[in-house]
């Protein structure tokens, strides 16, 4: 069976793909509520992060790979099928929801028996770590097995994949958002400032690496926690490196502990095939090389590993034997 559309309703970004014209749709997958009524989503809901009115909180459908604002994630799936199932020329349109194997079987049905209300005709699930393979540009259907990490903001995974299938697994509950949290935690504490995610994911961008830290120091503005007012703080690398090496250790040890429950002729294929690194976690410097000194494999990124998965979700709507190898429909 061919499959019409492919959602993704991830922790940072929501993405949707199309059999016809691939990934079609990303954006951020926030959500501004007052109360349980929508103001904002998307790009105007993370411009509202860190400066929403009183009243007004700036959420996420996901935490840590779980549905945490149900409500939320039904709203975004409205917005996202409606123009699908609305007049529109597929009716009824199949749907396929990325699967981040964090999600309890209750949080599937309900996105699945939203979606059916909402005019979808069938729906499937799709494995996040398949998708991102396929995005990758791995060839799933082979034997030969292969290794991928996936490095998201709100969990991490490994897996061994072969014959289209996951041999072994293991994931890790958090992601690089952690690392946000941690640096806003440390300025804090060892800076007296109190600055907001998006100040946090600033520096982190400038100064996170997973090799030893450089002497390089950037400025982060916040609230000044001895006056009161506005203030601003030179924040080093020590410090950004405090909050990396828990997110990097973690990701070292799921790799070690997968490699090492591996089947005998998988872990011969991964000294030749090694690990991929994808989603946007892999762009975090320094990590490739830190990931294969710790655990003995070449470790490879591919071209714009944060759109592995939408790209994948795209490649199996578009290549029906994929599409019977990678779609699974629900079990409940």
């Not at 996936?150 to 041999?167: C, E, F, K, P, Q």
């Not at 293991?170 to 640096?183: A, K, Q, S, T």
């Not at 907001?196 to 002497?215: F, I, M, Q």
Request: glycine share 10%; net charge negative; aromatic share 4%.
């Amino acid at each position: 069976m061919q499959w019409d559309i492919a959602l993704e309703l991830g922790e940072n970004t929501v993405r949707l793909a199309t059999r016809e014209n691939g990934l079609a749709f990303s954006a951020p997958s926030l959500g501004a509520l007052r109360g349980d009524r929508l103001v904002a989503i998307g790009e105007d809901a993370q411009e509202m992060q860190g400066r929403a009115p009183a009243g007004v909180r700036v959420a996420r459908p996901l935490e840590n790979g779980r549905v945490c604002e149900p409500k939320l994630a039904a709203q975004w799936l409205t917005r996202l099928l409606e123009p699908f199932t609305s007049g529109a020329k597929l009716s009824r349109p199949s749907v396929v929801f990325v699967d981040n194997g964090f999600m309890s079987r209750s949080e599937k049905e309900m996105l699945v028996n939203t979606a059916l209300e909402l005019g979808a005709g069938e729906c499937g699930l799709l494995s996040s770590d398949i998708a991102a393979a396929a995005g990758a540009g791995m060839d799933i259907r082979r034997g030969e097995g292969f290794a991928l990490a996936d490095i998201g903001a709100g969990r991490m995974s490994v897996t061994l994949i072969s014959y289209g299938r996951i041999a072994r697994a293991r994931r890790v509950p958090f992601g690089m958002n952690r690392v946000d949290e941690d640096i806003a935690r440390l300025v804090r504490a060892r800076a007296a400032l109190s600055i907001g995610p998006r100040t946090a994911e600033d520096v982190k961008l400038v100064l996170a690496s997973a090799l030893p830290a450089r002497e390089v120091t950037c400025e982060a503005t916040g609230l000044d926690m001895a006056t009161g007012f506005p203030g601003a703080r030179e924040i080093n690398a020590l410090l950004v490196r405090e909050a990396v090496e828990p997110v990097v250790d973690a990701l070292a040890l799921a790799i070690q502990e997968t490699v090492q429950d591996a089947p005998d002729e998988l872990s011969a294929d991964l000294l030749r095939t090694g690990v991929i690194l994808t989603g946007g976690g892999a762009l975090l410097s320094g990590l490739d090389k830190a990931l294969s000194d710790r655990c003995g494999l070449g470790c490879h990124i591919p071209e714009t590993p944060g759109l592995c998965t939408g790209k994948g979700m795209a490649r199996i709507l578009q290549d029906p034997v994929l599409s019977d190898m990678a779609v699974r429909r629900p079990g409940f």
